[in-house]
């Protein structure tokens, strides 16, 4: 069984930021392999998706939190179906990439994501896969919280599209993985 979790902050107030890359792709992902919509389930305080359309059962999870409190959601998911840390994919934003960088990472630190953090100290390992999509560094640093909650430059969408079948294939690589 393999768990693909989709960090992002789930209310419209974050939609179309950087912080929330993410949530925009994931119903284009759905849509690419044809699969249907996630549903709450407040046990997980995610939107779940449950598929057995791949070689493994596939979990795939938007936490209904704030980022930084997505363990709530990946934790008890993990112990609940006995998912090892390899078998989990988390998708997450990467300030330290250029807009459009995307990079499948193993066993990688937090690079101070306050949400890998919080899935790190909860797992009690940081042995999961990542797949990060850049979305540019701010200014200075006292700048990171504002300019992740700010919404892309057109130009900068248009090269996040170009690149969202490369990340499509990197997420079907890990779920047909064995």
């Known amino acids: 069984m393999k768990l693909v979790v989709w960090l992002g902050n789930p209310w419209q107030s974050y939609k179309a930021t950087r912080h929330n ?20 389930d407040n046990k997980w ?19 209904q939190t704030f980022m930084n409190l997505s363990w709530e959601s ?5 112990k609940f179906y006995r998912i090892k840390p390899e078998n989990i994919l988390v998708l997450h934003d990467e300030i330290d990439f250029v807009v459009w960088r995307v990079a499948l990472k193993k066993w990688w630190s937090s690079a101070w994501h ?5 899935i790190i100290e909860k797992l009690w390992t940081k042995d999961f896969n990542r797949i ?22 057109p130009n900068e969408k248009d090269l996040i599209n170009e690149v969202e079948d490369q990340i ?3 997420i079907s690589e890990f779920i047909n993985e064995k």
């Open 168 to 170: 499509f294939d990197l």
């Open 132 to 153: 990060r999509i850049g979305v540019g560094r701010p200014a200075t640093s006292n700048m990171v919280v504002d300019y992740v909650l700010s919404k892309f430059k």
């Open 74 to 78: 990946v934790w008890p998911l993990a």
């Open 21 to 40: 890359i993410w949530a925009e792709m994931l119903e284009k992902f759905l849509d690419w392999e044809k699969l249907w919509k996630l549903k709450y």
């Open 45 to 63: 305080k995610a939107e779940i998706l449950v598929s057995d359309d791949f070689e493994d059962k596939v979990i795939f999870c938007f936490p």
């Open 114 to 118: 306050n949400g890998l953090k919080n």
